[in-house]
């Protein structure tokens, strides 16, 4: 099939790649050249980039208006599909392709529909997740089913570590999608409850300490390594790097911070969370140790 692919960062890489190993994408959308790191350099996505490395045309857009539809109707494609581009797909641009477009979704819906679906999926405490690709509308995640896959969520997993496996996963999953709608395959229509994963904030990165440890510990996961999880340390900004569940040690008061030998603790409403890597204000990021023994303290409060 021609197929136009609509994506920015690293993990649409994969469907890229694999799409074109086995259609002829005749063009990709991304998102234009970004500044990045200190000296807010000009830098190409990476979908920008792999589509360059595969010889593919690369259309850079912040937004899907009437210049991108014009670009994309010249090159009569069959089939649209896109992986976290960034922004909407809308009329004239979604009818353009002859079989209109197509999305790989990070989550089962119609369950988290929205623009952070791995995050929210990990905050919430859910064991199982997966990844749906289905028909794009108008509405928000809510066209048909073309296919869905599942994967548990490991224990200790953080929201970025599930979504490079499902980046993965999916890219083979669309692929055989791709395959599956040139035979002529039907999609079914959404079923089951249906739950909103808005974009995460920094205010949704703060750590709660009041909170039982599972759910602090789900939250920390849920929002590493963005938006970052952070708390404020006596009045100092601390993110919370890496962390880990310390349901064999006394309880601490919520939000009180001790150190035990070269093990840094603090309290939660449940058992304490041991905090492993922090990243204080101005500083590098560090064990929590060597944090902890800059600091001289015998005992702080997180808020």
Excluded: C
């Amino acid at each position: 099939m021609r197929l136009v692919f609509a994506g920015t960062p690293a993990v649409a890489v994969p469907s890229l790649e694999t799409l074109a190993a086995r259609h002829e994408v005749v063009a990709v959308i991304t998102r234009a050249d970004a500044p990045l790191g200190r000296k807010r350099v000009l830098t190409p996505s990476p979908v920008a980039v792999a589509a360059t490395a595969l010889g593919v045309p690369v259309i850079k857009a912040n937004r899907l208006d009437e210049e991108v539809t014009s670009q994309v109707a010249a090159l009569s494609p069959d089939l649209g599909v896109i992986v976290a581009y960034g922004g909407l797909v809308r009329e004239p641009l979604l009818s353009t392709p002859a079989r209109g477009w197509i999305n790989l979704h990070f989550s089962l819906l119609p369950r988290w529909r929205g623009a952070a679906p791995v995050q929210w999926a990990v905050i919430s405490g859910d064991n199982t997740t997966g990844a749906t690709v289905f028909q794009l509308q108008p509405g928000l995640d809510d066209g048909p089913v073309w296919s869905t896959s599942t994967t548990p969520i490991a224990p200790h997993e953080t929201s970025g570590n599930l979504l490079g496996r499902l980046a993965d996963s999916g890219a083979e999953q669309l692929a055989d999608t791709v395959d599956a709608i040139a035979a002529g395959a039907s999609p079914r229509e959404q079923s089951g409850e249906i739950t909103l994963a808005p974009k995460l904030g920094i205010d949704d990165a703060r750590l709660d300490f009041s909170q039982p440890l599972e759910v602090v510990y789900a939250r920390l996961r849920g929002v590493t390594p963005e938006p970052g999880a952070f708390t404020e340390i006596d009045g100092v900004r601390v993110k919370v790097l890496e962390a880990a569940p310390a349901r064999d040690r006394a309880r601490l008061d919520p939000g009180v911070v001790e150190a035990a030998g070269r093990h840094v603790y603090v309290g939660t409403g449940g058992a304490p969370l041991e905090l492993v890597t922090v990243h204080p204000a101005g500083k590098k990021p560090m064990p929590a140790a060597d944090w902890w023994r800059g600091a001289g303290a015998e005992r702080m409060v997180a808020r």
